[in-house]
């Protein structure tokens, strides 16, 4: 670039709007240490206990509880500051997006799952996403739903996760817009919402000069969803939401993305649609490249 344009050298890039970037000759780790650290200090959770997990898999939120109203304008201070973390922290994303379901007239209750988001930050304030060289240069995709995850209105939640090579770097956790009356119809829903987002990724690659060659494979553990994204017959049950199938079939047609089962075990964006268990959660936070500094060759300074 110095070739083209007047600018001078200031090395490696280490710092950018919040994060910190350390890079070796293997890898680029993203965090955002400092940030973090602020953060806990600015809601006096500075020396709190930690937690293993950002949410209680047994807790349900619902707008209307039994418990008092909390302050509102600390409430959406502490969640807002929450969703800018998850530009390198797709491990709190559900749990941020969930939380901001509540910024009218939160509840102790409210106010208590953010303080517990925040003390899982004190326990995993080092951590980022790793993006490690010399892997294969392919764009993939996972998508999954949790079907009627939603106590106070049966709405489902879709998430998706995009790969390149390693480490993930596109990821969503979106409540949708309508009931979906099936689990092929709600995983339905969310893989329209990856298709869409996979062929924007293809076209942005494009222009780096990284242009996809193949279809994209987008992850779905639905084989119903899968069947009637293929399948150009629709039966009774599906007609009301054809639409999403004859956009993704038309996808799959035109060779953009190919929609392929994998097991349920294996399935990463089921970390964006609900709240996991300790052993589910971190070992699906592993596969989206989120770790700790102190697995690196060097440390992360702040």
Known sequence: MMCKYEMSDLGLLHHFLGMGITQTE????????????????????K??????????????????????????????????????????????????????????????????????VLRYIQGTIDYGIEYVTGKSAFLVGYCD??????EEDMKSTSGYAFSFGSGAFSWASVKQHSVALSTA?????????????????????????????T??????DNTSAIAMSKNSVFHQRSKHIRRKFHFIRDAIQN??????????????????TKALPKDRF??????????SASTLEGSVEM
């Open 26 to 45: 293997g890898s680029i780790f993203i965090h955002q240490k400092k940030y973090a650290f602020t953060l806990l200090d600015k809601f006096g959770l």
């Open 47 to 116: 020396d709190c206990k930690s937690v293993s997990t950002p949410l209680v898999a047994t807790d349900k939120l619902q707008r209307e509880d039994v418990s008092e109203a909390a302050d509102e304008s600390l409430y959406r201070k502490i969640v807002g500051s929450l969703l800018y973390l998850t530009a390198t922290r797709p491990d709190i994303m559900f749990s941020a997006s969930l939380l901001a379901r509540f910024m009218h007239s939160p509840t102790k209750l409210h106010y208590g799952a953010a303080k517990r």
């Open 145 to 150: 739903s949790d079907w009627s995850g939603s």
């Open 185 to 213: 119809e709600a995983e339905c829903v969310s893989a329209a919402e990856a298709t869409s987002q996979a062929i924007w990724l293809r076209f942005v690659l494009e222009d780096f000069g990284e242009e996809q060659t």
């Open 215 to 220: 279809a994209t494979t987008v992850f779905c």
């Open 255 to 272: 060779g953009e993305i190919d929609l392929v089962y994998c097991k349920g075990e294996e399935q990463i964006a089921n970390i964006f």
């Open 282 to 291: 971190s070992y699906l936070r592993s596969l989206l490249g989120v770790k």
